[in-house]
């Protein structure tokens, strides 16, 4: 038994397919093949189901990998600890973002950081918080930045800053002329909304339970899911409806601004806290507070900032 074949195990369940864990690897499929099934005679136990187009771990299988995964981050940390004692804020930090976050916060962060840590270098990932929680678990990632609320076993979280939500319409719309927009008038609008899987989603949907039931297949609501904030943001500016933001989203392009108005809330307004989550074994603390120091500075001019 040797690293490699701890690494191929590991990849193998991650990808659930021998050509893609393979790539992963940078070896080839023949070497990772044969590699996990030499571990899986030396064990004396078949770690995966080879189904046709897919491979699933077995019950034993991901015992297995569970444990190889701690041993891989164990040698990580021992890496790291030894880097660490030259310069912890040198050598990359991969770093995941929510959709609805990454484009807003990152050209602010990077420069921050930058200047804070010249030699850590960001290696960005976006996706859904599931997907970014499964990597970061499988330390595929070092930390990501999440909309609360948010708990992980093993995971630690800080936040960064809270936003708070506006109303964004077409020029023409009865609420241009309005100074905030309640919540519950959302519900009789053509509300466009970001696609399942969106935390910001479910949020406007915790607003205005309502919305979910009123978007009928075939309209404009449901059309639009799957969408990014800058897609219904340019939907919105042709007329075909409301949609909520947070604030650091509602930037629109200088060619549709007249086309737009952005109101904010009545009072409570809605608002999200934006965190960073790592995991408690990461080796490289000072690196994460430096992330965190930079996200606060870097923290939208609509938001505000949290320290504690």
């Given amino acids: 038994m040797n690293l490699s074949e701890l690494r191929y195990v590991v990849a193998l369940a991650r990808e659930r397919h021998f050509g893609r864990a393979?790539?992963?690897?940078?070896?080839?499929?023949?070497?990772?093949?044969?590699?996990?099934?030499?571990?899986?005679?030396?064990?004396?136990?078949?770690?995966?189901?080879?189904?046709?187009?897919?491979?699933?771990?077995?019950?034993?299988?991901?015992?297995?990998?569970a444990r190889a995964q701690r041993v891989?981050?164990?040698?990580?940390?021992?890496?790291?600890?030894?880097?660490?004692?030259?310069?912890?804020?040198?050598?990359?930090?991969?770093?995941?973002?929510?959709?609805?976050?990454?484009?807003?916060?990152?050209?602010?962060?990077?420069?921050?950081?930058?200047?804070?840590?010249?030699?850590?270098?960001?290696?960005?990932?976006?996706?859904?918080?599931?997907?970014?929680?499964?990597?970061l678990r499988e330390g595929a990632l070092d930390a990501i930045v999440i909309s609360e609320p948010f708990a992980l076993p093993g995971v630690a979280t800080a936040p960064l800053y809270e936003e708070p939500f506006v109303v964004a319409?077409?020029?023409?719309?009865?609420?241009?002329?309005?100074?905030?927009?309640?919540?519950?008038?959302?519900?009789?609008e053509e509300l466009l909304l970001l696609g399942p899987g969106h935390c910001f989603r479910d949020q406007v949907l915790a607003l205005c339970p309502e919305c979910g039931r009123t978007a009928e297949p075939g309209s404009l609501?449901?059309?639009?899911?799957?969408?990014?904030?800058?897609?219904?943001?340019?939907?919105?500016?042709?007329?075909?409806g409301v949609t909520v933001l947070p604030c650091s989203a509602a930037a629109f392009p200088a060619g549709e601004r007249r086309l737009v108005a952005v109101r904010p809330f009545a009072r409570p307004a809605p608002a999200?806290?934006?965190?960073?989550?790592?995991?408690?074994?990461?080796?490289?603390?000072?690196?994460?507070?430096a992330l965190i120091e930079a996200a606060r500075r870097a923290a939208p001019a609509c938001a505000r900032p949290l320290d504690t």
């Fill in 22 to 65: 393979a790539e992963a690897c940078f070896v080839t499929q023949p070497t990772l093949s044969v590699a996990v099934r030499k571990l899986e005679e030396e064990l004396g136990v078949a770690l995966f189901e080879r189904r046709r187009g897919e491979v699933v771990p077995t019950p034993a299988g991901e015992r297995v990998v």
């Fill in 72 to 135: 891989l981050e164990e040698i990580e940390r021992l890496r790291a600890e030894a880097e660490a004692a030259r310069d912890p804020l040198a050598g990359p930090l991969r770093v995941g973002a929510i959709y609805t976050v990454g484009p807003c916060l990152m050209p602010r962060l990077i420069p921050a950081l930058r200047r804070a840590a010249p030699r850590m270098p960001l290696l960005i990932e976006e996706g859904y918080t599931a997907e970014l929680a499964e990597r």
């Fill in 169 to 188: 319409v077409p020029a023409g719309h009865r609420w241009a002329r309005r100074r905030s927009v309640r919540a519950a008038d959302l519900a009789g």
């Fill in 221 to 240: 609501a449901r059309s639009l899911e799957g969408a990014s904030l800058e897609t219904i943001r340019h939907m919105v500016a042709s007329g075909a």
């Fill in 272 to 289: 999200r806290r934006v965190a960073l989550a790592w995991r408690e074994s990461f080796p490289r603390p000072e690196a994460v507070e």
